[in-house]
């Protein structure tokens, strides 16, 4: 059965000698929501990081829907990253660009027509409760407000797999929870999801898949898992 | 590739051409100015090329024939200096051809009732000019053949001075052509730099490299053109009044038609949009390698 991530021995270093990731063995299957828990410096980035191949491992395979990344040819690198829905920690909006823009970039960049753009786009803004700031700019936005653009933009183009990194970082806990509904119903359609947190309280209330990394290591994989598993 | 997306293209890049306002003017302005300078080496180095052809392509070689020639002796020298290598033209220049022209040049009534003292000439053109003393120097060895004459020394010079200028302006030009690229290409590294964010997250959301490329390149290429194209008006207008100056008052010097200007006018409108989209895919490069 092929698995939607699976990743075979693999291990990080980084150009310094820093060791991000030491042997990571994990199966994570199509439809999952897996939370990413673990202290500041775990390596909980830089696993995220090589799905969306930001970084190469140093050792081991990746393997995406079945297809091996680490061995992904330059040009194949944006086809791996279409079936990817990725939320980055600092949003990474187009700051020129309005809301609706910036959700739309994300199709006219794969090529899809107007018209898929013009029925798309509107729907997804709703769905992240955002319909009435469709013309703002980001800076115009709040916090949340823009946390919900990027997963808009994520979402846009049906992926596969959704990676969000500290999603709600520094978000109030009624927007973070917001957030996580969200993520909750993107999850019930189908989608897998790999979110890395430290938002222990969130974690312990949804009982999702838990990976705890420690120093670079897989320390902890827990179905229906809490924040600490000590406790 | 589909025609909305390179429609997208078209937008994108002039879309980030008015967004950019200043620093499209400074690329613009950078781009005229590079090929304003190319420009004058050009109109300099290819006038003195054409001056020089002129003169080159006046250099004839006058062969002198011994008085006592008859019929048969003319036409086997004739025969003769037409078979040697490098020989284009040969005009014969009877005694009384010669004297009608010397007449002209110092009027009639002084030659009146004199015996003619000129002697049957052959006026040689060659192929290229620097094979004039070589050819001189074989016609000179002929049967009936007195003299031979064609400006020895001055000829030679010539050729040295126009070899020089044409080397020096060759060089000049390569060296200016080498500077605007690098005007250019650092200028719009400026604008790709300014935009390596927008670069970054395309490419972080699926983007192809050539799709992340593509506007740069249009807006390098509009850039390019633009300056070109300004730079052009200017060097035309420059050039139309130092022919009419040259044509005024140095009226022995003529310069390249204007006309003939207007065909590396064209050559240079093709090298400063080409230099835009060079400097915008060279300044690009390092930002997609993510
Ligand atoms: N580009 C890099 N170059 C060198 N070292 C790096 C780089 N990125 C991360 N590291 C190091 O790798 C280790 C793991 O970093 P990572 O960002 O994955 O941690 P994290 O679990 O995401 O931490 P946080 O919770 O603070 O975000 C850290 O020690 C960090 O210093
Ligand atoms: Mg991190």
Redesign the interface.
């Known amino acids: 059965m092929l698995h939607m991530i699976e990743m075979i021995g693999v291990s990080k270093v980084y150009p310094g000698g820093c060791i991000a990731l030491k042997d990571i063995n994990v199966k994570i299957e199509k439809g999952e929501f897996v939370f990413l828990v673990g202290p500041t410096g775990a390596g909980k980035s830089t696993f995220l990081k090589l799905i969306f191949r930001e970084e190469l491992p140093t050792r081991g395979q990746i393997f995406i829907g079945g297809k091996n990344i680490t061995r992904l040819k330059p040009k194949e690198v944006p086809y791996l990253r279409r079936k990817l829905g990725v939320v980055f920690q600092d949003f990474r909006l187009l700051p020129q660009k309005t809301v609706y823009e910036n959700v739309a970039f994300a199709m006219e960049v794969v090529e899809a027509s107007p018209r898929e753009i013009k029925k798309r786009v509107p729907k997804i803004l709703e769905m992240v409760g955002l319909s009435h700031k469709m013309n703002a700019r980001p800076h115009e936005l709040s916090g949340g407000e823009q946390q919900r653009v990027a997963l808009a933009r994520a979402l846009v183009n049906n992926p596969d797999v959704v990676i969000a990194d500290e999603p709600t970082g520094n978000l109030d806990p009624d927007t973070s929870w917001e957030i996580m509904e969200l993520f909750n119903e993107i999850n019930k359609n189908g989608t897998t999801l790999i979110v890395a947190t430290h938002a222990k309280e969130l974690v312990d209330a949804m009982r999702k898949r838990v990976l705890q990394l420690e120093n670079g290591r897989l320390v902890r994989d827990e179905e229906r898992g809490v924040y600490r598993g000590e406790t | 590739m589909?025609l909305?997306?390179i429609r997208?293209f078209f937008k994108e890049a002039f879309v980030n051409l008015f967004?950019n306002g200043w620093m499209s003017l400074a690329s613009i302005g950078a781009v005229a100015s590079a090929l304003i300078i190319f420009g004058s080496f050009l109109i300099i180095s290819i006038n003195f090329d054409y001056i020089a052809k002129n003169v080159e392509s006046q250099v004839e070689i006058t062969a002198y024939l011994e008085d006592s020639v008859n019929q048969l002796v003319l036409n086997q020298v004739e025969y003769k200096i037409k078979s040697i290598d490098g020989v284009k033209e040969v005009v014969f220049v009877s005694k009384e051809q010669a004297l009608e022209e010397f007449k002209k040049q110092v009027g009639e009534e002084l030659l009146e009732g004199i015996e003619n003292p000129l002697p049957h000439s052959f006026r040689i053109k060659v192929e290229t000019p620097q094979e004039v003393a070589a050819v001189a120097e074989k016609i000179q060895q002929i049967p009936g053949v007195e003299e031979v004459k064609y400006g020895k020394g001055v000829v030679e010079k010539l050729f040295k001075i126009t070899h020089w200028v044409r080397l020096v302006g060759f060089a000049i030009m390569v060296i200016f052509a080498i500077i605007s690229i690098f005007i250019i290409s650092n200028t719009i590294r400026i604008t790709v730099f300014a935009r390596r964010?927008?670069i970054?997250?395309?490419?972080?959301?699926?983007?192809?490299?050539w799709?992340v490329r593509w506007p740069f390149l249009i807006e390098g290429m509009l850039l390019g053109f633009t300056g070109s194209l300004i730079a052009i008006v200017l060097l035309t207008v420059g050039y139309n009044y130092l022919y009419e100056m040259v044509k005024l008052n140095i009226p022995i010097i003529s310069l390249l038609p204007i006309e003939e200007f207007y065909d590396y006018s064209l050559g240079l409108l093709t090298i400063g949009t080409f230099l835009g989209a060079f400097g915008s895919g060279f300044s690009i490069k390092k930002f997609l390698r993510?």
């Open positions: 589909k909305r997306t997208y967004r964010r927008e970054n997250i395309m490419k972080y959301i699926g983007a192809t490299d799709f993510v």
